[in-house]
């Protein structure tokens, strides 16, 4: 996907008014400033260190980071989850992110998730349902409705935070060559394992040898899986 100019002018932008506007979220990395310095105004963070998130669910090459226990990866979807709806609810108008993943969360010390980029985010008009933009965004996460038709509403949020949510569950699972061979289509593949009552299979099983209830790990499947109904309409609010 090609990018011009303007697009990253308008991505810096948004980065920077929408940090200052959710700096009093915790789940979002606090903006100190900007630089005007260099050729592009450039986001000023506090440093919480620079783990990010997608290497803890799906680690790259050989590198081995820390397991992220059961309780850790509950805590860090409920975070998301509050950065979600703060979106959605805390402006006079919904503000939908439309490309919440794992790769744009950094973990701090304590493995609190920090959102640090909303280059894409977009409010819906006043008296509208939806607004319609431009695909932007992974596309192999993105959901169906707003992929075919560009249409944006809440939903299209609840889609990759249902994909995250999976994430979280599955972990290294999502490297096994059935994974790969369904196109990387992570809905797919989870939903014939549920089609077969065998979800318990697809979850990370470094989160198995922690010897919690089984049942917990369904109910949160259950729940990722109600975040990505193909229809918008189904999905979970």
């Not at 810096?12 to 940090?19: A, E, H, S």
């Not at 090459?61 to 979600?84: D, P, Q, S, Y």
């Not at 196109?183 to 919690?212: A, C, T």
Request: proline share 4%.
């Amino acid at each position: 996907m090609i990018f011009c100019l303007e697009d990253v002018m308008l991505g810096i932008i948004k980065d920077i008014v929408m940090g200052s506007q959710m700096s009093v979220c915790q789940n979002v990395l606090k903006l100190l400033g900007c630089c005007l310095e260099t050729k592009y105004p450039t986001p000023v963070y506090e440093f919480v260190g620079n783990k990010v998130l997608s290497n803890f669910i799906i680690p790259i090459g050989t590198i081995h980071f820390e397991h992220l226990t059961w309780k850790c990866r509950f805590r860090i979807a409920m975070g998301i989850a509050n950065v979600v709806a703060y979106l959605h609810t805390a402006f006079s108008r919904p503000v939908i992110h439309r490309d919440v993943r794992s790769a744009i969360f950094i973990l701090d010390e304590n493995n609190v998730a920090k959102l640090v980029d909303f280059s894409l985010s977009i409010s819906i008009p006043k008296g509208e349902q939806y607004v319609e933009d431009a695909v932007r965004g992974r596309m192999g996460i993105g959901a169906p409705e707003y992929i075919t038709t560009g249409f944006i509403t809440e939903k299209v949020d609840m889609y990759t935070y249902g994909m995250l949510l999976l994430g979280l569950l599955a972990g290294w699972m999502l490297k096994t060559p059935e994974c790969i061979r369904t196109e990387s289509s992570l809905p797919m593949f989870v939903k014939s394992y549920h089609d077969q009552n065998r979800l318990i299979e697809i979850v990370d099983p470094m989160l198995l040898k922690e010897g919690i209830n089984q049942e917990r790990f369904l109910a949160f499947a259950q729940i990722a899986l109600s975040c990505i109904f193909d229809t918008a309409e189904d999905r979970q609010q």
